[in-house]
């Protein structure tokens, strides 16, 4: 099975950028379509982005389209969240995760993000 590791985060102003990573180990992630998700204190967990096997597909929560990039280095093993334009309701802990099957059942233990306005 494949684990996974999350960097990246960490404190910036409103408008600024961050670029998370998730490092796999234990298996290629070339076999995962994998996603990005997000959970701030009191609401849900959502997903906020999503990347095919291949790279070739990629999807986003309207929150966060034009302003967030997915993207994925199989021959790495990681995968990227470019986050530009960030508003403080971006911040939450963000994980990173791997479908196998119609689920996401591997998951990073997360990074913190948090903008301040």
């Known amino acids: 099975q494949v684990q996974l590791e999350e960097s990246g985060g960490g404190l910036v102003q409103a408008g600024g950028s961050l670029r998370l990573s998730c490092a796999a180990s234990?298996?290629?992630?070339?076999?995962?379509?994998m996603g990005w998700f997000r959970q701030a204190p009191g609401k849900r967990r959502e997903r906020v982005a999503s990347?095919?096997?291949?790279?070739?597909?990629?999807n986003y929560a309207d929150a966060v389209k034009g302003r967030f990039a997915i993207s994925r280095d199989n021959a790495k093993n990681t995968v990227y969240l470019q986050m530009n334009s960030l508003k403080p309701e971006d911040t939450a802990v963000y994980y990173c995760a791997a479908q196998q099957g119609y689920q996401y059942g591997y998951w990073g233990q997360g990074t913190q993000v948090t903008v301040s306005p």
């Open positions: 990347i095919s096997f291949s790279g070739g597909t990629t």
């Open positions: 234990g298996r290629s992630i070339s076999d995962y379509f």
